[in-house]
């Protein structure tokens, strides 16, 4: 037996892990996804030329939706586009059985924004990144 780190895993190792934690959960959770099966989805805004000017990039899986990236250009901020983009991935999380979203937002970033949409912080991280603080929030949708 040997400990390999690597940054550049092969994907049937990678599938190895996900399916071993998989089989574990199964005693535990009957109904748990396929980790490589997880629903992924985006949701955009785009200038009348089809340029992006902001959006989210999210996953899915158990009963929760979580957003990854949340970005809205410079240009496009301030005009309500960020409330659109999370009702429409909130709406999409509705629309297929979703229960919760959830996310991360650093000190810097956007807490304001998601407290206002009526995410509520359920933990936080001190100096991650050094000399910020990491939110986690979440919304029972």
């Known amino acids: 037996m040997k400990i390999e780190v690597t940054s550049n895993p092969k994907a049937e190792d990678l599938k190895t892990i996900s399916e071993g934690i998989q089989s574990y959960n199964q005693e535990y959770i009957s109904n748990e996804v396929v980790f490589e099966q997880d629903t992924k989805f985006a949701v955009f805004v785009k200038d009348n030329q089809g340029n992006v000017l902001g959006g989210i990039r999210a996953c899915a899986f158990w009963n929760y939706c979580i957003i990854e990236l949340l970005w809205i250009s410079k240009e496009a901020r301030g005009m309500g586009v960020g409330s659109q983009l999370i009702s ?18 650093l000190s810097f970033q956007a807490r304001p924004f998601y407290e206002q949409q009526g995410y509520k912080v359920y933990g936080e991280l001190a100096d991650y990144p050094k000399g910020h603080t990491t939110y986690c929030l979440v919304k029972k949708l």
Do not use: L
Not at 89 to 101: D, K, L, S
């Open 88 to 105: 429409s991935a909130e709406r999409y999380a509705i629309e297929n059985g979703f229960e919760y979203m959830r996310t991360e937002t």
